[in-house]
């Protein structure tokens, strides 16, 4: 399977305000191309194409993020036209506003229609073999296979009121051992998502937090319900605000062995994924309603700290599973699959977008060891993978 991105194709990714909650516009630009040469490069992990096309028209995919209930769009240039799939295409040179309207905001977004003359730009044709990208986009598709959103859904049941859950068989995730999700506390209902990362410490975000006393539960793989509570709390410091919202929270025992802690990228990933920054991971995440979901993500470097950042699709294989994050999302956790394993990468802080754990290990080692419990972190072996360092 040959799975196309291209690069250039960007989203700005900025912290969220209340207003992005309600929905924001984003143009993803894609290219018209007209004639031209290709050539085919190996950098470090990516299999890409570089072609130089004579020249360009360009378009834009308007995605709408957020909540995007009753959004309307309109075009207030004659220098493009938006089709039915919100696709605005050139018509002539210039600015061309694109306005979107719900009951409660207005949003106006600029898109260059300009022709571009002797364009360059890449394509990933495919991740190397012997890489962990190309194994986690294997992993990643080889879930999907050829599962339907329908199968989004963790449980078939989930009665939280009465502590009653079945997992779901027909789950295009069933196979990994999902058992570390919470998919229910005594403080946000299914709300403020957490994961256990040791069998006495729950990872939560900071800026949605859990409080002593509250009721953590979990389910195991034969669907026993386990409720722990909430015995004491740490928040990782941060000096930019949602750089490291983290929260960890000791549980007044341990899980029992049928619940299985994740297990963290460890410090030196990038050594592994070096072309993270440029081209998209698949990622699958869960939300306020445990469904699993699967998107595009990149890495995106920021003054404050390193984001995990889902990129919105419809493109097949991982647009069948794509899901937006939303307001009451914030906690849940997203991850790669290593050898059928989930392993955390973030939680969400923002829509879609939540700082990279990997590169907060030592914060979040040195809260363990504040709250005790007799637990450390645990990072997933990738050595059997290309170390692209040297």
Known sequence: MTITFKSGVGQTFRPATDADFVYRLTPVVGYNDFSGSSISVVVKDANITRITSDYSDPYYDIQIQGDATDVTLSVLDATGVLDSNNRLSRVSDGNCRVQGDS??????????????????????????????????????????????????????????????YTRNTSCWVYPLNLTAISPWNSRGGQTRGGVAITPRHVLVAKHYPLAVSDTVRFVTAGNVVVDRTVDAIYNVPETVAYSKDVQIVRLDSDLPASITPVKFLPANAYEYLPSWDAWPLPLIYTNRSERMACAPSKISHQSAADYVASIVTTEPPYGVMYEQVIVGDSGSPAFVVINGTPVLICHWTFAGMGAAHHMMLTEIAAALTTLGGGHSLSTVDLSSFTDYST
Do not use: F
């Open 103 to 164: 009951w409660l905001k207005r949003s106006i977004i600029n898109c260059d229609m300009t022709r571009i003359n002797e364009h360059t730009y890449t394509t990933l044709d495919d991740y190397a073999a012997g890489s962990l990208a190309r194994h986690i986009v294997d992993q990643t598709t080889a879930l999907i296979s050829s599962h339907t959103a329908d199968d989004m859904p963790i449980y078939s049941v989930q009665n939280h009121t009465g502590a009653t």
